[in-house]
């Protein structure tokens, strides 16, 4: 059995990450999205190792003195990140994992797993950006106008990232990332 491919999977809010993901999963049978660790309370609905791992400020701290994440970060008051025994035992079970994180979490994993492969989701254009944010109606101008700012900065770092998926369409993104992640498993 061979072992899976890690990949790294970013872009800007509102680029459209989750709904690609949750397509690409459906389509792509021994793919695993990572589930991150947050201190923050669950929220109703949510369950404890399928949408989270729940736990305490202490323990994340004392897993972040034990070398025990990919990437960890802060956000909020409340801190999130990729505990990185749950991803090897997938890898070495031979699924591919995904992790959806941020940009700054990409750059930490890329830094202790070179292997790791770094894919950025971009928008077609910033005014599309703007658009889809504007179209959720979910948030006030002010919180769209620092999504952004935060995303041209995101941006700035797609020099780093293996690869650059412009997201003109669910279905013509969806379509790139299958034929990546299928195309490295012949390779394999």
């Known amino acids: ?21 949750r397509r690409l999963l459906e389509e792509v049978p021994g793919l695993f999205l990572s589930i991150s660790a947050t201190t923050r309370a669950p929220r109703p609905g949510e369950v404890d190792g399928e949408h989270y791992y729940f736990i305490s400020k202490e323990v994340f701290e004392r897993k972040i003195a034990e070398n ?17 025994r749950p991803v090897e035992e997938r890898l070495a079970a031979g ?31 910033m005014e599309e950006l ?24 995101e941006l700035e770092y797609q020099a780093n990232f293996d690869h650059i998926v412009v997201n003109d369409t669910v279905e013509g993104a969806v379509g790139v990332l299958r034929e990546l992640i299928l195309g490295a498993r012949t390779q394999a």
């Open 68 to 84: 025990a994440f990919l990437e960890y970060a802060q956000y909020v008051g409340h801190c999130y990140g990729t505990l990185e």
């Open 1 to 21: 059995m061979h072992k899976g491919n890690l990949y790294v999977f970013t872009g800007p809010s509102g680029v459209g990450k989750g709904t690609v993901l």
């Open 130 to 153: 703007s658009a889809r944010l504007h179209g959720r109606g979910t948030e006030s101008e002010d919180k769209i106008r620092r999504r952004l700012e935060t995303a041209q900065h």
């Open 95 to 125: 699924s591919d994992v995904i992790l959806e994180i941020e940009v700054q979490g990409a750059m930490q994993v890329h830094e202790k797993r070179p292997d790791a492969v770094m894919v950025f989701l971009a928008p077609p254009s």
